[in-house]
Structures are given as structure tokens and as C-alpha cells.
């Protein structure tokens, strides 16, 4: 969806600015002034649609600062007439923000649709059932911190990356927590190659994990439904975790290791195809001094799962058969 209303509460005393910004970009469709309210301020309404609408917001915060009472509203507009040429899709930063921070929210209902995945994906690879693994997948909300910690990188959000990674590594903590107390009780070993599959690593997995995280970011700055890139990170993480906890309760800890340097590579190559698609795409902070102190972040933050990564495939490489 591309049409965004900008409903702005602002000084009366900014109507010629506003005006200004409105004119000077392409993207807004059209402005008008709306009704007045208490104390010389009044609402103001631009119509806009994808191409340099960040410029926009970002130039209409400049408001914020001269009212305590000023606020800027981004409206969803499913259609207008009559019609317009809409130019892709893509989210602004400020939308972006509200939603990874409801991704890296940790709360019961976080906990308790991972507690469910697990036990679904789990059932699904010891019975070998391709279509319970999948369905696992639907209710497992592992996309939200993942990318919600590289986007937090890009900005330099250090708020914003404790929460998602602490969310993370809460969710991936009780996957295998579960999945580990269900081996233990569990008599013997099953004979299921989706179980078997998820202790090796290949250039395949790493591929998948890499491609859901692009596919990730891409959905999330085109307004698109997360769903169906929910359901590939998933796939990504929630199996090998899952299974590495399951080989653990086994106490066969040599499935165990393989099952964990999978889990491994997929986080990692999750968050670093995320951040580079986030550095790609131009998401920074609206202030320079911000993108400076940012900076540092996105370079360490590359830097450091490319080498993790390096690591990973070498260690993977010499791993004994």
C-alpha cells in the first residue's frame, strides 16, 4: 500500500512552511488545511505516495520541536479518485520502527506461540511429516527479533537491539529447553530423515537462511504481508533449534553438534543478509549526528557476523564425517 495520509497537528505560524514542504515534493499528491484548533494550532493534510516520502516526514519533524502539542499521524489510504500512478511500495522509517518494535516485543504471547511451535515442529519431524513442520512454522514468531536486531544495527538503536536480541534469544532458549526435556523422556531415537536432515550443514541451508532474511527485510519495507516470509525465517531456526535440543535430552551429542552449528549459521546468516539489505536500502537515522554514531554499529555489526560466518563455514568445512 503506497497512499499514506500525513495528518499533521502544527502552529498555525507553520502553515507557509508546511505549504512549502508539500510543493517541493513530488511525492505528495495533494495538501490542504483542515479545521482549526485550541491554541493557534490546526490540522494539516498531505496525501502522498511512495518515491521521497521520508524526505517529507523528515522534514515535517522539524515541527516537533517548536510544539510540545505538534504531531505528525501516517494514514493508511487504500485508494483516492481520482486515480494516481503509484510508485512501489516501501515504508518509512518511522513505520518501520513500530513495526520491529512489535516484533521484538517479549510477552507471554511470544513465549507461548514459541512453546507451541516447538511442540508442533517437533511432533512434525520425528513422525517425518513434512506438512506438520510447515504448520509449526505459521505460529512461530522468530522473524520479528531477528530483523528488528538488524534494524536496530542500522540506526544504532542500542535500545532497540538489547530488546530483540534478548527476545531472540529467549524464544531460541525455550525451543530447545522444551524440545531437550522431550528427548530426554523420549524411549528411543526416531528413524525420520526431516530429524536426520536438520544435524548436517550445506551450502543449501546457508542459502535458505540468507534468502529469508533478504526476503525479510524486503516484505518489511514494501508494506507486504509478513506471513509467508515469517514461515522461511522459521523454517531457518525453529527446526535445528528443535532438533538440537532433542539430541541433547537423547544425549547423542554428536547429532546434537551438527544440529547447533546449523541453528548457528542460520542466525547468523539471517541477521547479516538483513543488515546489508537495511545498509542497501538507505535505512539510516533522520539526523546526521545520528548517522554518524550509527555508523560504527552498521560497520561492526557487518564485520563481525562476516566473520562469524567465515568461521562457521570453516569450522564446517574440516567437521569431521
Known sequence: ????????????????????????????ISYHKGVALDEDHALFFL???????????????????????ARIS?????????????????DTREELFQKMGQGARLDMNFMILTFLSTIVALIGLMQNNVAVVIGAMVIAPLLGPNLAFAFGTSLGNKELMTQSFVTAFSGISLAVAVSA???????????????????????????????????????LTSGLSMTLVGVMVAVALLPPAATFGFMLGQGELKLA??????????VVCVNLSGLLVFLAKGIQP???????????????????????????????GFRPV
Open 1 to 28: 500500500m503506497s497512499l499514506k495520509m500525513l495528518q499533521v497537528t502544527a502552529p498555525v505560524s507553520a502553515e507557509a512552511n508546511i505549504k512549502s514542504i508539500a510543493t517541493s515534493h513530488e511525492c505528495v
Open 47 to 69: 496525501l502522498t505516495r511512495s518515491g521521497d516520502r521520508q524526505k517529507v516526514i523528515d522534514a515535517l519533524q522539524q515541527l516537533l520541536s517548536i510544539s510540545s502539542k
Open 74 to 90: 501516517i494514514l493508511p489510504v487504500e485508494t483516492t479518485l481520482p486515480h494516481v500512478d503509484q510508485e512501489g511500495t516501501t
Open 181 to 219: 526435556v522431550i528427548g530426554f523422556v523420549w524411549p528411543e531415537l526416531p528413524d525420520s530423515w526431516e530429524l536426520m536432515s536438520r544435524t548436517e550443514v550445506g551450502l543449501g541451508g546457508v542459502a535458505l537462511a540468507a534468502a529469508s532474511g533478504v526476503a525479510g527485510v524486503l516484505s
Open 257 to 266: 553438534y551438527g544440529a547447533l552449528l546449523l541453528l548457528v549459521v542460520n
Open 286 to 316: 533522520r539526523l546526521w549526528f545520528e548517522r554518524k554514531m550509527a555508523t560504527p554499529y552498521v560497520m561492526c555489526g557487518i564485520a563481525l557476523w562476516t566473520i562469524l560466518l567465515a568461521m562457521l563455514m570453516f569450522v564446517i
